[in-house]
Structure formats: structure tokens, C-alpha cells
């Protein structure tokens, strides 16, 4: 009886033992199979081989420039008006109404008003010097006008027609060239900087056995500048009824850019 109890005691013990084992070899062999992963972790992975914006990976800084050129479609003109008098009021009184008469000459030409401002007005006494001792003979009165001229055509006319109007009281301070819309310009000025930033990187990346990978920043360095072909007339003298108008040439403008572009490097 007790070799049967010690059998029937035993059996069970051996059946669990075998149902054990298969766990644990199969535990171990998931052990084995992740430490390769950790191992491994020195070699580049598909993200480093496509070149990797992280902090820690090479990169390539490059700058490029570039140009666009295109003909300008708006002039801007600033005229002065001055004249003198005895007085300070009728100083004031004679400048306005030459100014009323350069404003209406501009409307007449296709000006429209909001592109017509006082960018100036002074009022200033005016001495002689008999014997080194001042003295007050009158009052002169000046005011500047700001006028953005958009029909190309009517540029030259325009400025003929103020001249006509107010005599030898105007005076053309400078003139402007610009845009009225330089995106287009300043796109090919952009395309061009991006495109010599490219190439600089592809030089300079083979030259230093790697190739470029993605590109991880891209800056528009420029600050769009205001207009060219400042001209200035002093003393403009008044032009005949019916003269030809003022020859005027808008010749090219250029709009420049700056480009910096970062890429990755790839082994």
C-alpha cells in the first residue's frame, strides 16, 4: 500500500515538471530575441540613412542670392511749391492756391486721390543784410506735394501739366521708380537664391564625400527695398502750352534676395 501511495504522489509531480519546461525555454527564447534589437542600435537605422534633422546629425548650412528684374509700372514724383510775399498770409494764400492749381492738373491726368499727400509745409521769414543788420522783407511759404503716378502713359503728361499750372513756383524734388505689385519680381529673385543655394549644397556635400538628405529649415533672409531711379530737377522753368510732354524712361528695376537653407547629411 505505501509503494502504491508514493506512485500514485509521484506521477503528478513529473507530469508538471514537463509542463514547466516549454515555458521556460520559451521565455528564453524571447530574451534572445530582443537583445540583437538593443545590440544593433550602433548601426544606421532607415531614418539616419535618409538623413536626419535631429540635433545630434550632421547638417549643411548654405546661402544663396539671387535677382529678378522687371520694367517698373508706378512713379512717384514730389513736387514744391514756394512763393513770397510781404506777409506771412499773403505768403500762405498765394502758395495754396498754387497748390490747388498742381492738384487740379493732376486729376485732370488720371490722379486719383488718394494717391495725392502734403508731405510738407513751411513758413519761414525772409532778411536782407544792409550794412550787417537784418532786416525783414518778407515772408516765404513752401509746401511739398507727394504724388504716385500709375498709368505709365500719362506720367510725362502729368508732370508737363503741373509745370504749366504753377510756373516757376514748382519744383520736382524727386522722382521714384517702383511696383505696384512686386511679388512676381520678387518671386524670380527668390526661385534664383533658392536654386544657387542648392547648388552650393550639392557642390560642398560631394566635396565632403556625403550626400544631401532632407532639408530641415529654409529662410528668407531679404527685407523687400523700396523703389530706384531717384532723379531729382531743381528749378524747373514753366514749358509751353501745348510742348511735348516730359520724356520720361523707367528703365529696369532689380529685386534682390538671400537665402539660408540647412540640410541633413547622409553618409
Not at 524571447?30 to 540583437?36: F, L, W
Request: glycine share 8%.
Amino acid at each position: 500500500m505505501d509503494e502504491q501511495r508514493q506512485t500514485r504522489h509521484t506521477r503528478p509531480r513529473r507530469r508538471t515538471a514537463r509542463r514547466v519546461v516549454p515555458w521556460a525555454l520559451l521565455s528564453g527564447a524571447v530574451m534572445v530575441a530582443v537583445t540583437p534589437m538593443n545590440a544593433g542600435a550602433a548601426s544606421p537605422t532607415p531614418v539616419d540613412a535618409l538623413g536626419s534633422c535631429a540635433t545630434s546629425a550632421p547638417h549643411l548650412t548654405v546661402q544663396g542670392s539671387g535677382q529678378g528684374s522687371g520694367t517698373p509700372d508706378v512713379l512717384t514724383a514730389v513736387f514744391g511749391f514756394s512763393t513770397s510775399a510781404a506777409s506771412s498770409a499773403a505768403a500762405l494764400s498765394q502758395n495754396n492756391a498754387k497748390v490747388a492749381l498742381a492738384l487740379q492738373a493732376l486729376s485732370a491726368n488720371g490722379l486719383a486721390t488718394r494717391d495725392t499727400q502734403t508731405t510738407g509745409l513751411n513758413l519761414s521769414a525772409q532778411y536782407s543784410y544792409p550794412h550787417g543788420v537784418a532786416t525783414l522783407t518778407g515772408y516765404q511759404a513752401t509746401e511739398t506735394i507727394t504724388a504716385t503716378l500709375r498709368q505709365p502713359s500719362k506720367e510725362g503728361t502729368a508732370i508737363d501739366a503741373v509745370v504749366n499750372a504753377t510756373g516757376n513756383a514748382a519744383q520736382i524734388d524727386s522722382l521714384t521708380y517702383s511696383f505696384g505689385d512686386p511679388s512676381a519680381v520678387q518671386d524670380k529673385a527668390r526661385t534664383a537664391a533658392v536654386h544657387q543655394a542648392v547648388a552650393h549644397a550639392q557642390a560642398m556635400a560631394a566635396a565632403a564625400g556625403r550626400r544631401l538628405g532632407a532639408v530641415c529649415s529654409l529662410t528668407d533672409n531679404t527685407t523687400p527695398a523700396g523703389g530706384q531711379s531717384n532723379q531729382s530737377v531743381d528749378n524747373l522753368a514753366q514749358t509751353e502750352s501745348g510742348a511735348a510732354a516730359v520724356p520720361l524712361a523707367p528703365g529696369t528695376q532689380v529685386e534682390s534676395d538671400q537665402v539660408t537653407m540647412v540640410y541633413a547629411l547622409v553618409r
